[in-house]
């Protein structure tokens, strides 16, 4: 059976650009902007630029952070996840947290929910991987039983990259030239 293709988008920042707008250190930057807590919010932007979807007015929008209008097929909705070395969780952000919980039919619905996830690869910052992954894709690792409420590890997720794309990496500059408005 071949692999599905994937193109997996490059992004580097400059960390010492970071670091002097900031007014912080280079290792404060790294260790902020590893933190997917932290850095969601600018993932939303950065992948509305990178892959031209519009990202939703309210960051409380239930379920996406952005879409695409495809006329008359309707709405294509897409989730952005960013994860670190603790792994990345796919469920809606209400199930995820100190005292929630998702059982096993919330995680289904929070991803049929959308039709494609993006996620930012935080691990090598400044330098970013995005993911575009088609949300069917997760749902055969649910059947598979590879991806539960817990998520899936860093491991486990590089080896299901391996296993099921055939990745194509493209490499761009995100900054002042590139996808930024004036």
């Not at 293709?5 to 992004?11: C, N």
């Not at 494609?116 to 649910?142: E, G, H, N, Q």
């Not at 055939?166 to 996808?179: E, F, P, Q, S």
């Amino acid at each position: 059976m071949p692999k599905e293709k994937l193109t997996v988008v490059e992004a580097e920042f400059s960390l010492e650009e970071i670091a002097a707008a900031l007014k912080l250190t280079p290792e404060d930057v790294t260790a902020k902007f590893r933190d997917p807590r932290i850095t969601s919010w600018f993932a939303e932007i950065w992948g509305e630029r990178l892959f031209g979807y519009k990202k939703h007015m309210s960051s409380n929008h239930a379920g996406s952070d952005g879409a695409i209008q495809m006329g008359d097929i309707g709405r294509f909705d897409i989730s952005v996840r960013c994860f670190n070395n603790n792994g990345i969780k796919f469920q809606k952000s209400k199930f995820i947290g100190s005292g929630r919980k998702a059982t096993p039919d919330d995680l289904i619905e929070s991803i049929e929910s959308v039709e494609r996830y993006v996620l930012v690869d935080l691990r090598r910052f400044p330098l970013l991987s995005f993911y575009p992954i088609d949300s069917k894709a997760l749902l055969r690792l649910i059947r598979n039983g590879k991806l539960t409420t817990s998520g899936i590890g860093q491991s486990r997720f590089d080896q299901w990259v391996t296993d099921s794309f055939d990745v194509t990496t493209r490499r761009i500059a995100l900054g002042r030239a590139t996808g930024a408005r004036g």
